[in-house]
């Protein structure tokens, strides 16, 4: 990954987790605010996107549907604790490289994202959406989720699942053991709600995921022996580990096909409407 998005990626995530802990004091002085809770839930729709060995620069290049459904609990007017729900598609290709020598690469992925998690959302302002006067604030959360992806490329016009493949000799010999297709990831991000008609929230949502694996795109280390790899999982397999014409694939093996330094990311920019369900008191926030 580009160690600019690195770097930026790292102080979004720094920036998250000091809002966390620097307001909590001040929370827990707000014995006002207690017994206060808001439920909501709701549904969101936008974009998926990846970042990774394929894509390592620019969020949003190949983005993809996505869909999900939340359920959120307002603990005050400053915080919430809500869980997600959601699906969505993310893609890349080589062909879409500025670079020269991705492009001759020539790899590509798409894979279903399978999504839930859980995130404590945190409001800069007092937000409630049954009060006009606090019917609006940006936010920022932070959480912990897990995921399900299935990597897959075009084979023969066949859309064919890349982990079984072993493309990079995973379980074969000594290398590397099979990678799974279920892993955890650290939701971050930030957005802004909007109160309507003291029932209805609507979000404008961006947000990233780091991941503990690399191989949501299949694509982490170094190429491995071709006949190796077909004698094990096939010619599909062979051909899929080095779709590349540009040399031959025995000079290219022990060399890097990835960069097995870093993780892959992704994330999602979102649009939601959410419901809230009456309460029976209201509290005056804190200001």
């Known amino acids: 990954m580009n160690l600019n998005v690195k770097l930026l990626l790292k102080q979004a995530t720094c920036m998250c987790v000091l809002v966390f802990f620097a307001t909590t004091a001040n929370v827990r002085a707000q014995a006002v605010m207690k017994g206060f809770y808001g439920k909501e839930f709701g549904i969101s729709l936008g974009a ?30 400053r915080w919430s604790f809500r869980t997600n729900v959601i699906y969505g598609k993310v893609t890349a290709n080589d062909a879409n490289n500025k670079l020269e020598a991705l492009r001759n690469r020539n790899l590509t992925f798409q894979s279903n994202i399978f999504e839930v998690s859980e995130q404590v959302e945190f409001n800069f302002w007092p937000y409630r959406v049954d009060e006009s006067n606090y019917a609006f604030s940006p936010y920022a959360f932070i959480g912990l989720g897990a995921f399900y992806f299935n990597p897959k490329a075009t084979y023969n016009n066949e859309l064919v699942a890349l982990q079984p493949l072993a493309t990079e000799g995973q379980g074969l010999l000594n290398y590397r053991k099979p990678y799974k297709r279920i892993a955890l990831n650290m939701p971050l991000g930030m957005g802004i709600k909007v109160g309507l008609q003291e029932k209805w929230t609507v979000q404008l949502e961006f947000s990233i995921r780091k991941t503990n694996t690399d191989y949501i795109d299949d694509v982490s280390s170094t190429y491995k022996n071709p006949l190796l790899i077909k004698s094990n999982t096939g010619v599909a397999a062979a051909a899929l580990s080095d779709p590349s014409t540009t040399a031959s694939t025995f000079a290219k093996v022990g060399h890097l096909r990835g960069n097995p330094d870093t993780n892959d990311w992704y994330g999602f920019t979102h649009v939601s409407l959410s419901y809230s369900l009456p309460n029976k008191r209201k509290h005056c926030p804190a200001q």
């Open 48 to 77: 998926a996107y990846y970042i990774g060995d394929i894509n390592p620069i620019i969020p949003l290049v190949g983005a993809r549907q996505s869909v999900g459904a939340y359920f959120r609990l307002n603990r005050d007017y």
